[in-house]
């Protein structure tokens, strides 16, 4: 369940990311804006499970010291995937959309600058077709 509501805060701050990107905005500001959109709600989903967790944490009685150990685990792993989420989505989106823009944009110039890149450019006239082989009966 950790891992679920951490995959989707991360999801969601990408797509609100991705759709400010496609209105006009800068990758840095459309991750700054997609996190700042989404930052609310990420930390009350997470204060709501650390808050449901507690009774685990503050257990007593039989089994008391596995309930605690999980408790302990399990709100510190929120608490810890929500402020890495908040932090490191958004610089992570902004890297990973710079360098996909960045790689786009050679490829899109070596293909001007250099035609034989292009497959639909090459003169296959002077390449000669292999006779078809000759199947042996036996």
Known sequence: MLIGLSAKNAILIVEFAVANY??????????????????RPIVMTALAFIVGCIPLWTASGAGSVSRRILGTVVIGGMALSTIVGVL????TFSVVERLSLRLKRII?????TN???D????????????????EVDA
């Open 115 to 117: 035609p034989d890149l």
């Open 119 to 134: 497959p639909t450019s090459l003169d296959l006239s002077d390449i000669e077709e292999d006779e078809p082989s000759k």
């Open 88 to 91: 490191m989505v958004p610089v």
């Open 108 to 112: 899109r110039d070596s293909n001007i």
């Open 22 to 39: 496609k209105r006009g905005m800068s990758v840095t500001e459309s991750a700054l804006e997609a996190s700042r959109l989404r930052f």
